[in-house]
């Protein structure tokens, strides 16, 4: 079975400063792993997502995410963060073969403060 | 936009009551997937379809099923609902059954 750790549930920052989401997972298979994410009041977008090939993934908005095998991270960061980006933010994992479902962690709800 | 389509966006009903949720997945999409969002239990995957064939099941209550038509929308029945029940449903869509799913922007259940 596979899992997923965010390991903050709540970030607070300042606009315009950096900001890192942390994500480990578990899993004895293969995975695919991404990252989405929640705005108020709103369905689940697809931020950017890693299947194979380079470990760095760029995706929208700004963000990009690194996954480290050894580690079992995947986790995201945006450089210099904007007022919009206050959302909640969801890791998940599917497995490469076999179910697809998504498992995901309990999210990390990014606050951006002026 | 993701493509996805669900109805109805909000739904209010009483204990012991039965509902149905709709999902229309992006085009050319053939497998769908149901999820429910709850304080309490995160995201949780419920069920998978293929191309109008059940592939998985995740933590789905014997009170819930659902299925996917020949046009390759899907349905979720909830009955004999309960206070617990109420929840965000979302549904995704991909285009077979290992590639990226697009969400859709949910259903809001309340249960009352």
């Known amino acids: 079975a596979q899992s997923v750790t965010q390991l903050d549930s709540q970030v607070p920052v300042f606009e315009e400063a950096p900001v890192e989401l942390r994500c480990n997972y578990s899993?004895?298979?293969?995975?695919?792993l991404f990252w989405y994410v929640q705005y108020p009041n709103q369905g689940l977008q697809l931020l950017l997502k890693?299947?194979?090939?380079?470990?760095l993934v760029k995706g929208i908005n700004g963000f990009e995410a690194e996954f480290n095998k050894s580690q079992t991270s995947f986790h995201l960061r945006k450089p210099s963060v904007h007022i919009s980006d206050t959302a909640e933010y969801f890791c998940a994992v599917s497995r490469i073969q076999g179910a697809q479902k998504l498992v995901f962690g309990q999210g990390t709800r990014l606050t951006i403060n002026p | 936009d993701s493509g996805v389509t669900q109805t109805p966006k909000h739904l209010i009903t009483a204990t012991g009551q039965r509902v149905t949720l709709r999902c229309s997945p992006r085009s050319g999409d053939l497998s769908v997937y149901w999820y429910q969002q709850s304080l309490d239990q995160g995201l949780q995957f419920l069920i998978h379809y293929y191309n109008g064939e059940e592939r998985a099941k995740g933590n789905i209550l014997e009170r819930f099923s659902a299925q996917q038509f020949p046009d390759l929308h899907s349905e979720l029945n909830l009955s004999s609902l309960e206070l617990g029940d109420s929840a965000l449903y979302f549904c995704?869509?991909?285009?077979?059954?290992?590639?990226?799913?697009?969400f859709g922007p949910g259903t809001r259940l309340t249960v009352l």
């Open positions: 995704a869509s991909s285009l077979t059954g290992g590639d990226t799913q697009y």
């Open positions: 899993s004895s298979v293969s995975v695919y």
């Open positions: 890693y299947l194979s090939g380079s470990t």
